[in-house]
């Protein structure tokens, strides 16, 4: 569903041009996602015309596309590529939606939160923790409850996000990626190098690491890209030092530390490593 901004009241200016765009995405026109990836120039073919080989591309490309039109895909790790790609061209991408949107929602999409039973079971097995088990079982006692599995696929880590929300732990995002240099090209020729910088950085004493700045750009088969991490510094003073030493002399980033710019500890909470 889409998040709903806080709505002007009839005593505010803008009350009524607010209520405009609300009534004309409530009852306006109606398009498709798919539709609209078309119309922006994004080739939609049926599932059995792409090939093994470009199936995965083909999926980011779409994935991208969706982000542009503020669509966010959640609770898709159970399903293949070509899995993913098929019920988003024969189910998902068909649902109406307003052709109109002048404020700007984002919709979020969770492929197994229909409410029917076989979504509601793969829900539970994939995805649901442990106290959601509970509290379904206490709702609805009388369930067969499946055994937990982690799901067979890691893809929902990397799925584009609005930019309002924080980014992703960082080794997890690294290691479910395809890119074979997920991270600053520049400074880390692999994705390898990346872990292992990142894995420096928690060994160092880093509360935590984040992915920021995601990008997914054509030239690399639309795979997520990302020039950037936020590192949460410990509360610790020698772990603060060994932390900030080890980012200006082995990262060596180009913003916040390296060159004319040094790390210093100015009693932030985190600090920003980019790289050009």
Partial sequence: MPDTPSRPTPEDDGYKEFARKMLLFEEGPTTTNFQQLVDSGVAMPPPDAIADADLTTKLWEVLHGLSQLRVYLDETDHLSDRELYTTLWNDVLRTEVPAIDEIGFNARVQLLSTGGEPETTLYLKYFADRQWRDDWLKEFPDIEMPDHEDPPYDRDRLMPRPADEQGPEALAWLRANHHVSALATNRFSTTADAVAFVEQLYSAGAAEVRIDNIMMLPNDNWAP?????????????????????????????????GGDHPVFDAGQTSIRLWWD
């Fill in 225 to 257: 890209y990302a020039d950037t991490l936020i590192v949460d510094l410990p509360k610790d003073g020698s772990k603060r030092r060994a932390l900030l030493e080890l980012i200006e002399h082995v990262g060596t980033p180009d913003e916040d530390g």
